[in-house]
Structures are given as C-alpha cells and as structure tokens.
C-alpha cells in the first residue's frame, strides 16, 4: 500500500506513508534544509520520536502508529508475529514521556491489533487504523479552528501571540493553535503573529515562523524575553498555544515557557487560549502536579548545533514542558468543543 500524505495535509508536510516506510522532514535541520529521514521499522521511527526529528504531540501519535504498522509489515513472515507486533508497541511507548497522544495512538493501534486473526489481517489493519488516525487529526484541527474563532469573535482583524510549534509539522496537517491562526488568515482577521523564538529548541524561530513564511501569513518572531514587551504594547489580543497533556481540572503541560505567558497575558488582560485534540486530554490524571515531565540532558541548552553558548560543564535545568494552572487558562479548544474558564466540572461535562 502506498499513501501520500501531500494531498490530505494543509501546510507543510512532516510524514509521508508508503506502506512499507515513513519518511518524516527532519525537523531539527529546518530551515537551513529540507531533509527526510527514512523509517523501515518501529525502532526507527521510535528513535526519530526520542531524537526530535518528529516533534509535537499529535504528529508523534501519527507516527508512532504507523510505526506499529511498520512492526506488522516487517513480521508477517515470521510465525511470532504477535510478540513482534508487541514488542514493538513497548518500544514505541518509552520514546517520549510526556506527550500523551503517544499513549492514546498506540492503545487505538493495540485494539485494533487484538482483533486481527493473521499477519496478512495485521498489515492491513493496522496500516487502515493509522491512517485513519492520520486523517481524522487534520480533521481536528479543523474543527478546531472555528471552535476557537467562535470563542475569539474577533470583529476585526488582530494580532495574536504564539509559543513553539503548533502547525502542520507538529499534526496531520493544518495544525492546532497554528490552525487557529491559518483560520484567522483566511478570514482576513489577523492583523499579526508574534512568534516566540522558544528556546532551547528554538520552534519557533525554527519551524513557526518558517511555515508561517511559507503561507505568506505576516509573522514578526522575537525573543521568548521579548514577550511582556509585546503583551504590554496592546497588539495582542489572544495568546494562543498548544497542549501535550491537559488534565481532569484544566491543568495543561506545554512547552516550557508557555506558564510565563499565561501569567503575563492575565497581566496585561490579553486572552489565553489552548488549542489541542482530544486525545490530548487526559482525564483519568487529576491535576497538573500528576503529569510526569520530560527532562533532557544540558547540551541543548550550552550549546546550539555544537556552538558554545555557556561555560563548560555548568549545571543545566532543561525541562521540557511546564504546567500551566486552569486558572490562568481563557479557554480550551477540542474538536468537540470548547472549555471557557476550564474546572473540573467544565472539562467533566465535555470529556467525561
């Protein structure tokens, strides 16, 4: 089976399936150049998810379903085929800690799987589910795009404010607080996107304002510090960003830095708002203090691609998310609606 992605995808394309392979764009060389990464097997595309050559919640979910189907393709010769397949699913689950569409992609995957009588039944099978995963995330984030404008009611055109990567290259396509803005775009009601850089991994500097270049949509990136400065001046008038974990409460794990902005956009009266699928939600987590952060190593925070930026050896705190409190949250956009002021009975009535 060979499937292009190209024609389901609005935006930049980050995976192509072929039904033996996925090719993922390598994210951590963008924009200097456009490289794609072959994956022939779940270890492979396990290791692109660790590695960072995918990022963004729903785009590792993608992937790491097709990566279960590669498993299925690469055993149907083998009399063990179940315990590959499964194998497979385990490896895939220990890639990232935090996002939890990871978890909710591979236990759609292993259902389907438990279903399947034959590894002629699991190719097929698995290779439908993951791209039905596929497809039904660039559905979302359609949805999701006039939910949120629903909430915004913006009667002119305005500028808004983003954090790290939330566009095609972090979905199936479109994208989710990206997608809002794509939305905005077209409707001729955004004035302007102000893109923080988001260091370490610099997403936004990187990839944000590379696709938002791309669609010809009017981007002005600055620094992550830069932000107050901007909320302050009024051109602001919603912050908008993604989610890799929202809680029973309404508490959101994000990209490191997005608390800081929620904290500065209650300040300054700017709206906050949280764009994310969802299976993003994680409902059976009560609060915010129950997400388990990911850590990664100081390098990435000393040095950029080998450059020295700190002395040698220094102690680093490199966490890659942060929790931001319900309270602090305008609104949380899902395919299926809308959360305003999010609590645990809000949240309960729509994802219970």
Known sequence: MAISTDQRSMGAVAMRWHGDRLELLDQRLLPAGEHWVTAADASAVAQCI????VRGAPAIGISAAYGVAL??????????????????????????PTAVNLFWALQRMEQTFLTCASPGEAVEL??????????????ANLAMADHALDVMNPQQAIGVLTHCNTGALATGGY?????????????????????????????????????????????TLNADGAAAAILASGKVKWVLVGADRITANGDVANKIGTY???????????GFMVVAPSSTVDMALVSGTEIPIEEREGTEVREIRGIPLAPAGVDV????????????????????????????????????
């Not at 660790?50 to 050559?53: G, H, K, L, S, T």
């Not at 498993?71 to 990232?96: H, M, T």
């Open 50 to 53: 660790a590695d960072m050559v």
């Open 71 to 96: 498993a299925a393709y690469n055993a149907r010769g083998n009399s063990n085929w179940k315990a590959a397949v499964r194998l497979a699913i385990d490896e895939l689950a220990q890639s990232r």
């Open 126 to 139: 698995l290779a439908a589910e993951a791209v039905l995963i596929h497809e039904e995330d660039l559905a």
């Open 175 to 219: 994208g989710t607080a990206l997608g809002v803005i794509r939305r905005l775009h077209e409707r001729q009601l955004l004035d302007r996107v102000y893109a923080d850089e988001t260091r370490p991994w610099l997403q936004g500097s990187r990839l944000t304002a590379w696709e938002l270049m791309q669609d010809n949509i009017p981007v």
């Open 260 to 270: 800081s902005l929620a904290v500065l956009a209650r300040y300054h009266n700017v």
């Open 317 to 352: 705190f490199n966490p890659v998310f942060d929790v931001t409190p319900a309270g602090l949250i305008d609104a949380i956009v899902t395919e299926k609606g809308a959360v305003r002021k999010p609590d645990l009975a809000g949240m309960r009535a729509l994802f219970a």
